[in-house]
């Protein structure tokens, strides 16, 4: 019973009422699930015995192990203390020290109780205080974990307190060093609050920011991205660096003000208006040493512990650094997904990818409309192959083994431009359709299939007899599907719109619609279809976006699917300027109301004026009039000071989407993508804002998920390598055995041992490769000092090559000490070597490898030369490919060259390979040398 409580009940620590344990002498727990050890607290109350949990881990290295607990309520009054705290901070004074704040110095009183305020509201969580505690004119430091202990029955809140006082600046290094692992969970603004804040109590500063580097027609700016504002998360803001301390620091080195910092920048207002006295900044740099932004701490009182802070600060800047790089990667994602769904559903054919049962994985927005208009169910729930009948050219039923796509996944070929008949629900649909095969490895059989299709309905192939009288008409002419697509037009109706013909028959006619909605066009249609004909007025838009007048003769005909055939004539000149006026602004409120993004015009002080009903719907209000009475800048933006920071960043027109956080009228916050733009008066003044913008809430939750996956996946590759490699040595245990064992074992039985040996081995070789890639990818790059003959005799001695006469030639120039990192340059070494000799050429009288090494003027160069049986000069640019063999006689697993050409990369290093078929290889690598800054 005892391990079921504690082991569901773990944090970092947690206070239980367990009166069914008093008896129970209990000073340890040990959590098997978790091999976490527990030092367990206890104290009396009434009949209640209350237990404090504290991993010992969580303890720290404090010389004093002596711990703190305390119970108060929200307030600081003392209910219940321990032995510990009692003699060192109450004693005699018990009765007149009555609440826990007495202890804290007034400065550091406001910030505490702030942060225990915002504590009483999220139960469950844990916050840190460093400060100093008073005690008879002694100073005690001092660090406290605290929690809110909610009584569910009562429904009362009181706080635990657990503390330890820290003896010197090793100790608390090594507290914060276990204080920052808190952090592995946070990413983005949230991450950079936290870490901000974790050290503007450590070190006693005011203010601690973390900023991004950003240039705007040669001025350089910080965007403050994240920090810690005297007790509060801090307002985004941009500032320019000329004048400050700042400009210091940026992609240069750290640098410390104790003080007197207004003064030696007596141009930055900022300070002034902050009263800042002391000042800390560190630059940011990418892991190829780009400057990425700074990590800056603000005091309005000198600094004293210079030493400390500097190595503070140091200790979180790859982290930052770490994170500054994935907010940037991740941002180019999304733009790069944006445009590939865009180019996707953008283009008139349907496109669909099939797997091999027939099941839908993918189709884009043209198909799936195409589909579902004739299935009940939704396209992705069904197997359109069984659903569907096929007819071929001449209207034959076509076997389903003869399916353009059936064809392709039986012979791994693509079929194109095959016309064919779809025999749906609401009838006959002639479409062109190509289909393209998709390998998984070097499967010879597809396993996955892409189908495009363009629908060109019977009404393409009926319409050709009519095409010469058609052209030379004087008046446009369409035809029309029941969906308004256009599927024939004539050159005249090209003339009178702007539009070539081949554009046109990838458009609908509401393209270029202005008096009517899709819908209403649709609606349109249906009257066609009833009355047989129809004769009306309209506008349409011109490629160039001008509106003309046309008159529209439409008809409708059933043969053998259903379509509208109309002349169209320009009646422009005919209209008034008036009428023209009118019917322009009829189009706008038509494009206004339907369209599907969010529109919004505003005044510049942030009252609107005009919005859409999809931005209305957006923002979960009823009207636009709702919209009016509000001050969007409180309103609207999560914070006021968003709507202020996208209009300072962009000062005359947004060049690409800007995408920040608005508030709905529920309260709930939403992503939006916005494109904006300034209007201006003769005088070059703002007199509106107006921008089209969309939600994009799910895109975001859904790519911080696919972030979430792939770091899973990285860490299950690497935990599996490592657990393959110990039954692998079992085995090759047991074939040694039965080597000894079976004394008389036969020529057939040695080679059975022998393959046996050899598959292992190579499995082996397999999972190491894999994990040498992968301690590449999570360790530093370091700098030691190598020595390079030792290091390169003991990588030809771990390479077995009895079995090959080989001759090794080494020529090594060293006139400077080289510094590098030796773990990835014996990777690199033990590669090449091991190529030269796996791949020599057995045919020749002697096989020759030449190792030679210079390392002079900052640069370590090692060329390896040999005389093998070489590279087919097509194939050189593939080597450094994942699993790329050269034949299927290679001995390699495919992964020695990629892992090398990683490794180079980390190592901000180049190679160069020439090779001839029959002849031999070199490689020639440049490693830069020197310890790293």
Not at 98 to 124: C, W
Not at 665 to 679: F, L, Q
Request: glycine share 4%.
């Amino acid at each position: 019973m005892l391990d079921a409580k504690l082991t569901s009940q773990y944090e970092l620590f947690r206070c239980l009422q367990l009166s069914e344990f008093q008896k129970i002498p209990i000073k340890n727990y040990l959590d098997k699930e978790r091999d976490i050890l527990f030092e367990v607290n206890r104290w009396l109350d009434g009949n209640d015995m209350y237990y404090v949990l504290i991993p010992v881990s969580t303890i720290g290295t404090s010389t004093d192990d002596t711990i703190y607990l305390l119970n108060t309520d929200l307030d600081g009054a003392l209910i219940h203390w321990n032995e510990a705290f009692y003699s060192q901070f109450l004693g005699d004074k018990k009765e007149k020290l009555q609440s826990v704040f007495s202890f804290f110095a007034p400065k550091d009183l406001e910030t505490i109780k702030k942060s225990l305020k915002e504590l009483s509201h999220n139960t469950g969580h844990v916050i840190q205080i460093h400060a100093p505690m008073e005690l008879n004119d002694t100073q005690y430091h001092t660090l406290w974990n605290i929690a809110v202990n909610h009584n569910e029955q009562s429904n009362e809140k009181t706080l635990i307190w657990r503390g330890i006082k820290l003896k010197d600046k090793k100790e608390t290094v090594n507290l914060l060093e276990n204080l920052s692992k808190s952090f592995a969970h946070l990413s983005g603004k949230e991450f950079f609050d936290a870490i901000c804040k974790q050290v503007a109590y450590s070190l006693g500063l005011d203010i601690v920011f973390v900023g991004s580097l950003r240039s705007d027609e040669e001025v350089e700016q910080v965007d403050v991205i994240g920090g810690f504002d005297n007790g509060k998360a801090i307002i985004p803001f941009s500032y320019g660096l000329k004048d400050t301390p700042c400009a210091h620091v940026a992609g240069r080195d750290f640098k410390l003000f104790s003080n007197n910092v207004q003064q030696i920048f007596e141009n930055d207002e900022l300070l002034k208006q902050l009263e800042i006295e002391a000042y800390v900044g560190l630059p940011i740099f990418s892991k190829d040493r780009k400057p990425l932004g700074i990590f800056v701490g603000l005091k309005k009182t000198p600094i004293q512990n210079t030493d400390f802070i500097y190595w503070v600060f140091n200790s979180f800047a790859d982290r930052i650094s770490a994170e500054m790089q994935r907010f940037q990667f991740e941002s180019n994602l999304i733009e790069t997904q944006r445009i590939i769904n865009t180019i996707i559903n953008s283009t008139g054919d349907g496109i669909v990818l099939f797997n091999q049962k027939g099941k839908i994985k993918f189709l884009n927005d043209f198909a799936k409309q195409f589909f579902e208009s004739s299935f009940k169910d939704k396209i992705e729930a069904i197997n359109p192959l069984e659903r569907v009948v096929a007819l071929s050219s001449e209207g034959q039923e076509l076997p389903k083994s003869e399916y353009p796509i059936n064809i392709t996944f039986r012979t791994g070929n693509p079929v194109i431009n095959q016309v064919i008949g779809i025999k749906l629900e609401k009838g006959i649909y002639w479409v062109s359709v190509n289909t393209y095969p998709i390998f998984l490895g070097e499967n010879t059989k597809p396993h996955e299939v892409v189908l495009t299709f363009r629908d060109i309905s019977d009404i393409e192939k009926s319409s050709k007899m009519y095409l010469s009288v058609i052209q030379t008409s004087i008046d446009g002419f369409w035809i029309l599907d029941m969906n308004a697509n256009l599927i024939n037009t004539n050159e005249a109706y090209s003339q009178i719109i702007g539009y070539s013909r081949e554009e046109l028959l990838r458009m609908n006619i509401s393209d270029v619609e202005v008096n009517e909605s899709h819908n209403e066009t649709l609606r349109h249609i249906e009257l066609v279809k009833k009355q047989g004909t129809h004769k009306f007025e309209t506008r349409h838009k011109t490629k160039k976006g001008e509106i003309i007048d046309v008159e529209v003769n439409a008809k409708y005909i059933e043969h053998p699917t259903s379509y509208v055939v109309a002349f169209i004539r320009d009646i422009s000149d005919l209209k008034s300027s008036e009428r023209k006026l009118v019917e322009s602004e009829d189009k706008y409120h038509t494009l206004f109301d339907t369209m599907p993004n969010g529109y919004y015009l505003t005044t510049p002080e942030g009252k609107l004026i005009e919005a859409n009903p999809a931005f209305c719907k957006m923002l979960g209000y009823d009207s636009v009039q709702e919209l009016r009475e509000l001050d969007i800048k409180a309103a609207l933006y999560v914070k006021e000071s968003d709507r202020l920071n996208i209009a300072t960043k962009n000062s005359e027109f947004l060049a690409k989407e800007e995408v920040y956080q608005l508030k709905r009228k529920d309260g709930s916050i939403i992503w939006v993508e916005d494109n904006a733009r300034y209007i201006k008066n003769e005088h070059n003044e703002v007199i509106f804002h107006e921008g089209i913008c969309r939600d994009v809430t799910d895109r975001f939750l859904a790519e911080e998920e696919l972030h979430k996956k792939n770091k899973e996946l990285d860490r299950f590759v690497y935990s599996t390598s490592h657990d393959l490699r110990a039954p692998l040595a079992s085995i090759l245990g047991l074939v040694d055995l039965a080597k000894i064992t079976f004394i008389d074992y036969n020529q057939e039985q040695r080679e059975i041992f022998e393959m046996m040996e050899r598959s292992v081995n190579k499995l082996d070789v397999f999972i190491k490769e894999i994990l040498t890639y992968s301690r590449n990818q999570h360790i530093d790059v370091k700098s030691d000092l190598i020595d390079i003959h030792s290091l390169l005799e003991s990588q030809i001695q771990a390479l077995n090559f009895e079995k090959k006469s080989i001759i090794i030639q080494k020529n090594i120039i060293q006139n400077e000490d080289l510094y590098s990192d030796k773990f990835r340059v014996s990777v690199i070494l033990n590669n090449l070597i091991g190529n030269s000799i796996k791949y020599s050429d057995a045919n020749k009288t002697e096989c020759i490898i030449q190792i030679h090494v210079l390392i002079e003027n900052g640069e370590f160069h090692l060329t390896v030369r040999d005389n093998g049986i070489g590279i087919e000069e097509s194939q050189i640019n593939k080597i450094f490919e994942m699993f790329y063999r050269a034949s299927e006689n290679s001995e390699g697993t495919g992964l020695g060259l990629y892992i090398v050409k990683e490794m180079l990369e980390q190592l901000r290093a180049k190679v160069e390979v020439k090779s001839e078929l029959g002849v031999g290889s070199t490689f020639h690598v440049i490693i830069p040398n020197g310890r790293m800054k």
